[in-house]
C-alpha cells in the first residue's frame, strides 16, 4: 500500500499531530520512560503549542503519514547546514510492522537528494531497541551517545545516529 506524506501546517492538521502524539507516546514509550517523563516530553514538544512554534518559529517541518487517507503516524524534520534532522518519527501500534517507515523514510531520503542534503541524522532513546534496529536495517550507524538535560529533572538518554546520502 503506498502512504503519501502530506505537510503540516493546518490548525486541524497541527491537532492531529498533537492527537496522535499523546496516544503513540503513551502506548510505546511506557516500557522505557517513566509515564512522568512521558507527558512532560508530550506537553513540551508534541502539544498544539509546542508544535505550531516548532513551525512557525523553529524551522521545522511536519508531515502526516496517511493510508488510504487516514494518518497512521508522522514525522518531523528540520534543514540544518546541509542536513536533515529527523526530529520525530512515530508510527501507531496498529500500524507498524507493514513496511511504512521503509516508504517513511524513503520519502525522507528523496527530500534530502531534491534539496541536495549530505546526510539524515536523529537522536534514538538508547533503551528503543525495536527502533534502533529499524534504523540500523535502512543504512544509519550509530556515531556517538548524548544525555540531554529537558528540564524537570528529566534527561534523553540517546544514541545519535546517521545515515549519508548519495549524491550524484
Known amino acids: 500500500m503506498k502512504l503519501m506524506f502530506p505537510y503540516v501546517n493546518t490548525a486541524e492538521e497541527i491537532a492531529e499531530v498533537a492527537r496522535l502524539a499523546a496516544i503513540i507516546w503513551r502506548e510505546y514509550y511506557v516500557s522505557i520512560i517513566t509515564i512522568e517523563q512521558i507527558d512532560y516530553m508530550i506537553e513540551k514538544f508534541q502539544s498544539v503549542p509546542a508544535i505550531t512554534d516548532q513551525i512557525h518559529h523553529q524551522g521545522y517541518e511536519y508531515y502526516l503519514i496517511h493510508q488510504n487517507g487516514s494518518a ?97
Open 72 to 168: 497512521v503516524g508522522y514525522m518531523s524534520v528540520r534543514e540544518e547546514e546541509g542536513k536533515l534532522f529527523l526530529s520525530k518519527f512515530y508510527i501507531g501500534r496498529e500500524h507498524r510492522g507493514r513496511g511504512y517507515a521503509s516508504q517513511a523514510l524513503a520519502f525522507l531520503e528523496q527530500l534530502c537528494k531534491a534539496r541536495n542534503l549530505s546526510y539524515i541524522w536523529l537522536t534514538v532513546n538508547r533503551n528503543n531497541e525495536s527502533s534502533i534496529a529499524v534504523y540500523e536495517k535502512k543504512g544509519f550507524r550509530t556515531v556517538r551517545e548524548q544525555i540531554a538535560d529537558i528540564g524537570n529533572g528529566f534527561i534523553m538518554d540517546d544514541f545519535i545516529m546517521k545515515k549519508a546520502m548519495m549524491v550524484p
